[in-house]
């Protein structure tokens, strides 16, 4: 056996010429992704500090640009078996690249946006770096490979010399890098997308996109509990407590809809509906760390109080986002049985009621207007599993 047949020395290889491909994450990839932790706690903490329409349009912005930097790695990573030594270091490099974006983000309306931008244009030319080496040892691919390192080259480039620039154009710089991204992947017929083996393992992606679905609400209870604790546990009446569970619950919930519905699905073949299932999952994650910032007011209110309007902002409308959300991934992915008990107008109903609650936020005590808002939650859960009841016991019925 050859060096080259060791996994620390075997060279990038696309996925379907290696016999013994599979769907599963790499530990490395695992561990990038977990690296978004701090971008997302990051980013939660920028929105807590400007709960307005316009701290709402920069945190989603923002959020955007790291996860479209995230999603282009999973394009390498579904294409490419890779995990040698220069891999590896390379993947480490981007994982410093990231800590230098999350550092930027509480001045990114200011200094920090030079940061963001250098941290952004690592992140990019390493991606460079990545494809150029499935050039240099997958001659087979050499396509996908070479077109994909030019986009990232002149994106990281572009990035670059951003960093340079006064506001409001170096935001313009970052906005132009995106959409060469987008032309480079979907221009007809010269776009990478159109490349023969460009047949990225969709299963990876899902795995991908559920890890990090995970992670992003698991980071409202990691808010929940900062305040929590920075009150004092000790210190805070027994209502905070319920106030707490109620959260906690809620966080699952969403957890519990995201994998009933669409979550490790596989998306159709028509590039529409992969674009749905893709963008889906973005307009979900946004939305999903809106409502774990509004749970942080829940920590600090009785029950009789209103609930704070500012906090109510972003968790009525996250609510109603990633309803959405979970629907337009729904109309992306192939059937399951559960969709058949999720009927549209319940879908319009949680959306209706999510944005109703805002409107009636500063005249109810918080206990009544957190009611109304789980209602338009749990009932995305309770009416399906009574529908999936009912079911049931006709059928049990007719058999008998």
Request: hydrophobic share 50%.
């Amino acid at each position: 056996m050859s060096l080259n047949d060791h996994v620390l020395w075997r060279k990038p290889v696309h996925h379907l010429d290696k016999e013994d491909s599979n769907n599963h994450v790499a530990w490395i990839e695992l561990f990038y992704d977990l690296i978004h932790v701090v971008c997302v706690f990051m980013l939660g903490d920028f929105l807590s500090h400007h709960l307005s329409m316009e701290g709402i349009l920069i945190f989603s912005g923002l959020f955007f640009l790291i996860w479209n930097s995230w999603a282009h790695t999973i394009y390498y990573t579904s294409l490419y078996i890779s995990n040698d030594i220069v891999h590896r270091v390379i993947m480490a490099a981007q994982m410093c690249s990231i800590m230098i974006i999350a550092a930027s983000i509480p001045s990114i309306t200011g200094k920090g946006a030079m940061f963001f931008a250098l941290g952004y244009a690592a992140n990019h030319f390493l991606l460079a770096l990545m494809f150029y080496r499935a050039v240099k040892h997958d001659q087979t691919s050499v396509s996908i490979a070479s077109r994909a390192t030019k986009a990232y080259l002149i994106t990281a480039i572009i990035l670059m010399l951003s960093a340079f620039l006064p506001a409001p154009y170096i935001y313009y710089a970052w906005a132009v890098s995106v959409l060469v991204l987008q032309i480079s992947y979907q221009m007809p017929k010269y776009g990478i997308m159109s490349m023969p083996r460009f047949l990225p393992r969709k299963e990876h992606f899902s795995e991908r996109f559920a890890l990090l679905t995970l992670i992003v609400i698991g980071e409202g209870f990691f808010k929940m509990v900062v305040t929590l604790g920075e009150k004092g546990v000790y210190k805070v009446p027994p209502e905070v407590f319920i106030n707490a569970i109620s959260g906690g619950f809620g966080l699952f919930g969403l957890c519990w809809l995201y994998f009933d519905l669409v979550g490790n699905a596989e998306p159709k073949e028509s590039q529409r509906s992969i674009e749905r299932w893709w963008f889906g999952h973005l307009f979900l994650m946004i939305s999903a760390i809106m409502i774990g910032v509004a749970l942080k007011a829940m920590m600090k209110i009785s029950f009789l109080e209103p609930y704070p309007n500012k906090y109510a902002l972003v968790g009525c409308i996250g609510l109603a986002v990633y309803i959405a959300a979970l629907w337009l991934i729904q109309s992306g992915i192939k059937h399951r049985k559960a969709h058949d008990y999720y009927p549209a107008g319940l879908r319009i109903f949680g959306i209706t009621l999510a944005l109703f609650t805002y409107t009636m936020v500063d005249y109810l005590p918080a206990i009544i207007g957190n009611l109304i808002w789980s209602i338009a939650l749990f009932s995305q859960i309770i009416i399906p599993l009574m529908n999936y009841r009912k079911e049931y016991a006709s059928t049990n019925t007719a058999n008998t």
